[in-house]
Nanobody
Framework: QLQPVESGGGLVQPGSSLRLSCATSGLAQEHHAIGWFRQAPGKEREWVSCIERFTGRAIYADSVKGRFTVATDDAKSTVYLQLKSLRVEDSAVYYC???????????????????WGQGTQVTVSS
């Protein structure tokens, strides 16, 4: 059973960096696309980024483009989200999600993801 597990969140000051990890035990070759979402208190879940494992193609929400970078380490079945130049408005619970087997391209809607982690809290505050 595929189960993503996020880690790496924390409390940091504005302008700082963090690296989030998503360990995806049970990940198969047919699981092509892995995404990151975030949800702040009182707000809807927001798509942040997605990477297509075998092409390396990555896409980002406009709000994080140029500051966040997603990467995979297939040998470890782990996906990373590097967060730089963090802002207060980046504070949220960050979730890793995997699209169903056979879906080749990244999706931005949460309903296109079948497997979700429990999330890791990122708090940016001075």
């Amino acid at each position: 059973q595929l189960q993503p597990v996020e880690s790496g969140g924390g409390l940091v000051q504005p302008g700082s960096s963090l690296r989030l990890s998503c360990a995806t035990s049970g990940l198969a070759q047919e699981h092509h696309a892995i995404g990151w979402f975030r949800q702040a208190p009182g707000k809807e879940r927001e798509w942040v980024s997605c990477i297509e494992r075998f092409t390396g193609r990555a896409i980002y929400a406009d709000s994080v483009k140029g500051r966040f970078t997603v990467a995979t380490d297939d040998a470890k079945s782990t996906v990373y989200l590097q967060l730089k130049s963090l802002r207060v408005e980046d504070s949220a619970v960050y979730y890793c999600a995997v699209q169903p087997a056979g879906f080749a391209f990244c999706a931005q809607r949460s309903e296109h993801y079948d497997y979700w982690g429990q999330g890791t809290q990122v708090t940016v505050s001075s």
